[in-house]
């Protein structure tokens, strides 16, 4: 299976902050990679797809780059709704792994 | 506007097979485009790829649970079920069905809300 990594596994930020968040694959996945979002107690959320694609209806703040093992996620600016656990998924081969999760708690 | 809800029991006893149905509604479980997945998450920890299928029947396996598991369609109720045979505590999660989109262990665009599953006596 590919391993993937995300760091930090927690962050505190503030409201208006700009924020990275980095996801590592184990082998090259091209960029078979998704970013999701999730609140306690809801299903997780697809914001990014194919690294960089933002799914429909998310904000513009959210923004996917990297390609091959190094992907990050950045929320450009903060907003109360983003504090949430953020999970990495590589799709390049099956079974598609997830990342551990990284909870953005605010500041 | 697609839609997913699991349905199942909530409890199920060690040893036994937890078996869970996913109904789509809004869209058609037939679609060329898509397969149909299942998403597990332990309470208080990180997702599990569990398997995903193809309207046809063709199913991929989480090699980690593949001996335990069966996914099958039914596209004449526009469902597809999850069979997890021999389960112990360590099956306790909240289990996901979701629209894969992006090829057989692609990205999940539309889940279903879970349904929590307690392996207990």
Redesign the interface.
């Known amino acids: 299976?590919i391993q993937m990594t995300q760091s930090p596994s927690t962050l505190s930020a503030f409201v208006g902050d700009r924020v990275t968040i980095t996801c590592r694959a184990s082998q090259s996945i091209s960029s078979?990679l998704?970013w999701?979002q999730q609140k306690p107690g809801?299903?997780?959320?697809?914001l990014i797809?194919?690294a960089s694609s933002l799914?429909s209806g998310v904000p513009s703040r959210f923004s996917g780059s990297g390609s091959g093992t190094e992907f990050t996620l950045t929320i450009s600016s903060l907003q109360p709704d983003d504090f949430a656990t953020y999970?990495c998924?590589q799709?390049?081969?099956?079974?598609?792994?997830?990342?551990?999760?990284t909870k953005l708690e605010i500041k | 506007q697609l839609q997913l809800q699991e349905s199942g029991p909530g409890l199920v006893k060690p040893s036994e097979t937890l078996s869970l149905t996913c109904t789509v509604s809004g869209g058609s479980i037939s679609s060329s485009s898509h397969y149909w997945g299942w998403i597990r998450q332990p309470p208080g920890k990180g997702l599990e790829w569990i398997g995903s299928i193809y309207y046809s029947g063709s199913a991929y396996y989480n090699p980690s649970l593949k001996s335990r598991v069966t996914i099958s369609v039914d596209t004449s109720k526009n469902q597809f079920s999850l069979k997890l045979s021999s389960v112990t505590a360590a099956d306790t999660a909240v289990y996901y069905c979701a629209r894969v989109t992006g090829g057989v262990a692609g990205a999940f665009d539309y889940w279903g809300q879970g349904t929590l599953v307690t392996v207990s006596s």
């Not at chain 1, 809801?42 to 697809?46: G, S, V």
């Not at chain 1, 099956?94 to 999760?101: A, N, V």
């Open positions: 299976d078979w998704a999701y809801k299903a997780p959320k697809l797809y194919k799914e999970y998924q799709y390049n081969s099956y079974p598609g792994t997830f990342g551990q999760g």
